[in-house]
Every structure is written in C-alpha cells, then in structure tokens.
C-alpha cells in the first residue's frame, strides 16, 4: 500500500464508522388482494429472520396510512385499492403480530380532519373493524390527530443536529410502545417525491398541534383541518405549549420544509418494522386530490426493519433513483427525505449496503414513470 492510499483509507475511516446502519429488506410478489396475504407476508417475515425476538411480549403500535377524506375516490375505486393501506394487509399484518407473541397492537392514525374514534373513520371507510379485532387478541385502536385517552401529549426530542423543530409533543400512543411499525403505501408524492414508510410518520403529527387551526397556546382538541400553514409553509407556529422553531428565517418552502420534519419524526420515533403495501395503488401522487393520478398494479409487498433502507429499495422498485437530488425525476420539488433521514443516522439509502432478500429489484421493478 503507497503512503496516498494509506491516507486515504485513515481518512475514509470516520466515515465508514458513522455510517448509518444497513438493514434486510424483504420483496415478495402478490397479484391481487384476493390471494393469501398473510402467506406473503409471512414470508416475508421469514426472510428478515422471524418477528418473535422483534414483539414477544411487547406492546406494538401500527401507524396505518388512510391519507385524505374517505369519500373521494380515484376512478370511483375504494382508497384501499389507490391510495390507503388495504385492510387485508392489516389484519394479516396483526395475525402475525398476535402469533408472534405481541402483547398489545394498537393500529394508529390521525384521521382526516377530525378527533373522532379511529374505528369509526374504518367504518367510514369501507372497512371491516370487527375483522381487524379478530385477526389477534389485544388489539386497540387510536385517533392521533388529538390528544386521545391519555392527559398528556408524548414530547418526543430529535436526536443530533435538528432544522426545523427540536422535539415534537405526539399523542402518548407513538411513546408509549415498545415497537413502532410504519405501514404504508407505495406511491408518489406531490410535495416530497415519493411516500412511504418515512413519509407515512408525518401523519404522526397531531392536527390539533400542528394544524391549521390548531390552539395558539393550547392543543386544539377538536382539529378539523390539514398541517399546510404549520409544516409546509411555516405561515404560522404549532401550539406554544409545543418546542417552537428553532430558525423562524429558514426557507418557508414545502420542499425544503417537509422533507426535514419527516426525517426529525423518524429520528425522534424510530421505526423498527416497515411494510409497504404495492399490491395495487396509484402512480402520479398520494390521493385523487392530484390531477392526474392513475391506478397502477405493481403486485408487490415489501417489508425491512429499517425505514429508510425499506424506502430505497421501494423507490428503485418505482423505477425512481433513491440517492437522486432535488430536480430529478424522484424528487422533482423537493430535497431527498432519504438523504436527510440518513444524516439524522435513521438508516442508510445505499443499495450497494443493503441485503435485498427475495426477488430482485430487477426482476420485480414496476416503472411509475413511463
């Protein structure tokens, strides 16, 4: 070795010792909704080593994704087919939770614009909640849009260097867990490129802190609108019971905005089981409220134990370029959740680190961008 390349490699060292961390990612095929998801999935699990060492005897909280009001459809299709989680991924989800040894699930989600309970923004949703409650003993149910059945709000602080907020106060249930799992969709996303198992935890964020109409000093308990003036735009602060900006002179830009309080939550919740449903979904953006969606079926579910690894290898399954910058085709408008997420150390978005298990990414790739 020449003197050059034992400098380089000294130099090279730090870097390699702070990596972040690279995690199994697991890709299965599954056509339809009609077939055995939870055989699937339960390969799957098999493949990331079995989730009994990962809930036995644990309380586990599932973030579901069931973005945007219920009533609006694409194409005139049910969410669960475009752009919401399906409901047979979860309960097959929660029967292998239950068979693990799971002591308490609790599935979450802050409900469009409203406190309501949980079970009934299902019902109005077309789903089957009493199947859900039989798929495993101690399921519950949350709205975290609000405070909730607990009296007091989580403060849940972001480790390292921070760019927007230092902490976050979240509904008890997101602290109150043993291990976090992000259920999510495979789809694009107008605002942050793609959504998925990251971009899913910005629904973390309870609307009646964090909303539009949110309390100027306290919670707003009966929230009934989006996080659009708060996170995108910065036009007004969360609640001031709540950590507090630390630059209010930073961009006021969605894309520079977002993208960074996605991976801040991340930091601040880690999550240690990511499952993306892209069985049948949307292509063009999150919901029917983006002109120009489509339904697309790239027959896929993918799951990792690791957000960030679980996301790159989901984004090139899109035919999009997980290491991308801002203008590309992956991120057309905004900085890359992924990149940030990993200088928060949440996990790496390097393909060449990660164990990609199953089928290939090649062999499984479903283009969104045609």
């Not at 480790?159 to 109150?176: C, E, M, Q, T, V």
């Not at 495979?186 to 942050?192: A, E, I, P």
Request: a positive charge; one cysteine or more; proline letters at 8%.
């Amino acid at each position: 070795m020449t003197r050059r390349e034992l400098l380089a490699l000294a130099g090279a060292a730090p870097l390699i010792a702070s990596a972040p961390p690279a995690a199994p990612v697991a890709i299965a095929r599954c056509r339809s909704y009609r077939e055995d998801i939870a055989a699937v999935l339960g390969t799957l699990f098999d493949r990331l080593g079995g989730l009994g060492r990962l809930v036995r005897n644990k309380t586990v909280t599932v973030k579901l994704n069931m973005t945007g009001d219920p009533a609006l459809r694409v194409a005139g299709r049910p969410p669960a087919v475009t752009h919401y989680c399906h409901p047979k991924v979860v309960a097959a989800l929660i029967h292998h939770l239950g068979r693990a040894g799971a002591r308490r699930i609790r599935l979450v989600e802050s409900a469009f614009q409203t406190a309501a309970p949980l079970e009934e923004y299902m019902l109005d949703s077309g789903w089957r909640v009493r199947t859900l409650q039989r798929a495993a003993e101690g399921v519950e149910f949350e709205n975290t849009n609000a405070l909730g059945r607990a009296k007091q709000y989580a403060r849940l602080t972001v480790p390292g260097r921070a760019w927007i907020f230092p902490a976050y106060d979240l509904n008890h249930s997101y602290a109150d867990t043993d291990v976090f799992v992000s259920l999510a969709k495979l789809k694009q996303h107008q605002t942050c490129g793609v959504t998925l198992s990251l971009k899913n935890c910005f629904g973390n964020l309870p609307a009646s802190i964090y909303g539009d109409d949110a309390g100027r000093e306290e919670p707003n308990e009966t929230p009934g609108s989006g996080r659009g003036q708060v996170c995108h735009f910065g036009k007004r602060p969360p609640s001031l019971s709540a950590p507090q900006e630390l630059d209010p002179a930073s961009p006021r830009d969605p894309g520079y905005r977002v993208p960074r309080i996605i991976a801040e939550v991340c930091a601040a919740r880690p999550v240690h089981l990511a499952v993306i449903d892209g069985v049948e979904t949307i292509a063009g953006g999150e919901g029917p409220w983006i002109p120009g969606v489509r339904p697309v079926k790239p027959g896929l579910l993918i799951a990792g134990l690791n957000p960030v690894s679980t996301d790159a290898v989901a984004t090139a399954l899109m035919g999009l370029d997980p290491r991308a910058s801002r203008g590309s085709i992956t991120f057309p408008r905004c900085d890359n959740t992924l990149f940030l997420a990993e200088k928060l150390g949440v996990g790496s978005a390097d393909l060449e680190r990660i164990d990609v298990r199953g089928v290939p990414i090649e062999a499984a790739r479903f283009p969104f961008i045609t």
